[in-house]
């Protein structure tokens, strides 16, 4: 029988609830996998099918992340509780989508993103049991933002030749780019807001900020704004330090609305009138997909998943992109996949309102992901709102909300930066 000071000298064994530090870089570093195999590589690409050298490199990087991912797990003898309810709720729409891109003859297309979703789906859960929710949302905010920053670095040049930064390395559009420093602004004013301001996480915030307005997004600047608001409803601000920011910040925005015309270029990209037509654009597609005939099998499980654009009656096109996630259900998944995700987007709303220990971080990302349903495609995709999306979903679920993790840190118990829990 081993000494009792020999046992003092054995390691600690790490699980779950008590991760290393290795345990936590290997899940931001699979985080980064998922979100490079799900990003756009060509921005001026629409996947309609068919396999080349992109297809097959994002697939494999996709496997390989899952792959990783199952050999994390089988490591951890204790896992994190989550529930597969969501994912239960999502598997019925893809299907009815497979249905409908039968029906509509492009089924081998809608297979090929159905098959990379459940991909997608099966390595979140997985990464969601190997480390406490806190830990895995801090994980996936900071692949985010790394991802974003490689992108709006590479991507310099499109922000002198077209006024609007977009993805260099992956090439992304710079709706896309806007969308993934959203998140991470939102995670980081959310820690300043419970644990006070550092320099780090201002400077971060400046440089994820600078990248937004850079992009030109107004709709993600919107959602950007919106979240701050409603992550400062529910946290408050517990922090003098806090108050100090706002009183810099305040006088700083205000000088640069009355002296500059940084806002005003930004609402009308540098004086373009694209503001109208964007709208009338949105509008037209949903008037044609809202406009289908309720005796059509379509209106009902829609046409496909792999059904990016639509086509119109419009003099100067004669199809359009969907650029709206409901517009999209509504042609990829019809009445019947647009109502399941509906009623789960309503269900994440109320679990998300009434979890205090999950409330704090998790209703401003739902905000967030909301807000760019409505203006951008991507809620059920192979996209990066989508992985954002069903994180927070399988949050929210009674198991995941009820785990056991009593040796977790939280805002309310510690003044400690979200990434990091006290190890026993």
């Given at each position: 029988m081993p000494e009792p000071t020999e046992l003092a000298r054995q390691p600690r064994q790490q699980s779950a609830h008590h991760p290393s530090t290795a345990?936590?870089?290997?899940?931001?570093?699979?985080?980064?996998?998922?979100?490079?195999?799900?990003?756009?590589?060509?921005s001026a690409t629409i996947y309609s099918g068919g396999v080349d050298a992109v297809v097959i490199a994002k697939a494999l990087i996709a496997v390989i992340a899952l792959g990783a991912t199952v050999a994390l797990a089988a490591r951890t003898r204790e896992r994190v509780a989550v529930g597969i309810a969501p994912a239960g709720v999502i598997a019925v729409v893809l299907l009815v989508s497979v249905l409908g891109s039968m029906l509509a003859g492009n089924d081998s297309s809608t297979i090929v993103l159905v098959g990379r979703m459940f991909v997608v789906m099966a390595t979140i859960l997985l990464l969601l049991t190997a480390v406490p929710w806190v830990t895995?949302?801090?994980?996936?905010?900071?692949?985010?933002?790394?991802?974003?920053?490689?992108?709006?670095?590479?991507?310099?040049?499109?922000l002198a030749s077209t006024g609007r930064l977009g993805g260099g390395i992956p090439e992304i559009h710079p709706n896309e780019l806007a969308g993934l420093v959203a998140a991470p602004i939102i995670g980081l004013v959310v820690l300043m807001l419970r644990s006070g301001v550092r320099v780090w996480r201002l400077a971060a915030v400046g440089v994820l900020v600078g990248i937004a307005v850079a992009s030109g997004s107004?709709?993600?600047?919107?959602?950007?704004?919106?979240?701050?608001?409603?992550?400062?409803?529910?946290?408050?601000?517990?922090?003098?330090?806090?108050?100090?920011?706002?009183?810099?910040?305040?006088?700083?925005?205000?000088?640069?609305?009355?002296?500059?015309?940084v806002f005003s270029a930004l609402a009308t990209r540098a004086g373009s009138n694209d503001t109208s037509t964007a709208l009338d654009s949105r509008f037209d597609v949903w008037r044609v997909v809202i406009g289908w005939d309720w005796g059509e099998w379509q209106k009902w499980i829609g046409i496909g998943l792999s059904a990016k654009k639509i086509p119109v009656d419009i003099k100067w096109r004669d199809e359009q992109v969907l650029d709206s996630s409901w517009a999209s259900l509504l042609a990829q998944t019809g009445l019947i996949g647009t109502a399941l995700i509906a009623a789960l987007i309503v269900w994440c709303v109320a679990s998300a309102l009434i979890s205090a220990r999950r409330r704090w971080l998790v209703t401003p990302l739902l905000t967030l992901v909301i807000i760019r349903s409505v203006t951008e495609s991507g809620l059920i995709d192979s996209a990066t709102a989508f992985i954002l999306f069903f994180t927070v979903a399988s949050l929210l679920t009674h198991r995941s909300r009820h785990a056991d993790d009593p040796k977790e840190v939280r805002f309310d118990e510690a003044d400690a930066d979200p990434v990091l829990l006290r190890r026993v």
């Open positions: 345990r936590v870089v290997a899940v931001g570093g699979l985080y980064i996998l998922l979100i490079v195999s799900v990003i756009p590589w060509r895995s949302i801090a994980c996936l905010l900071t692949a985010m933002a790394a991802v974003a920053l490689v992108a709006a670095v590479t991507g310099l040049p499109s107004r709709t993600g600047l919107l959602a950007i704004g919106v979240g701050i608001g409603v992550a400062v409803l529910v946290n408050g601000i517990r922090d003098r330090s806090v108050l100090y920011m706002l009183l810099g910040v305040l006088p700083l925005g205000y000088a640069i609305a009355s002296f500059t015309d």
